[in-house]
């Protein structure tokens, strides 16, 4: 499995962005696709995850109200709409495949990695 995620960048707090994660190669089953985000100097955060077959978006507190997690299974692709951007969310934001086993949102419980995208807002 392969993942591409593409769409930071940088924006004015209030802002918004769209990133997106291509998905490539063999995935199966009702698994999630996950977004995390890693920060200068702190560990890598949950932001949201979405389910390949079912709608089933989970999200982390800092994304509650203000991002969402979609997918197009017919492009192979999920994406995660970020609205009313503050500074604090400025990091480096990595989508994750390849759950095996745990908890959604632990970072350990994904195999595949894709390269990460910086987003960056100013204040």
């Known amino acids: 499995v392969q993942l591409q995620a593409s769409g930071g960048g940088l924006v004015q707090a209030g802002g918004s962005l769209r990133l997106s994660c291509g998905v490539s190669?063999?995935?199966?089953?009702?698994?999630?696709i996950a977004w995390f985000r890693q920060a200068p100097g702190k560990e890598r955060e949950f932001v949201a995850a979405i389910r390949l077959w079912s709608d089933s978006p989970y999200y982390g507190d800092s994304a509650k109200g203000r991002f969402t997690i979609a997918r197009d299974n017919a492009k192979n692709t999920v994406y995660l709409q970020m609205n009313s951007l503050r500074p604090e969310d400025t990091a480096v934001y990595y989508c994750?495949?390849?759950?095996?086993?745990?908890?959604?949102?632990?970072?350990?419980?994904?195999?595949?990695w894709g390269q990460g995208t910086q987003v960056t807002v100013s204040s």
């Open positions: 190669g063999r995935t199966s089953g009702d698994l999630p």
């Open positions: 994750a495949a390849g759950f095996s086993s745990g908890l959604i949102q632990l970072s350990r419980s994904y195999t595949y």
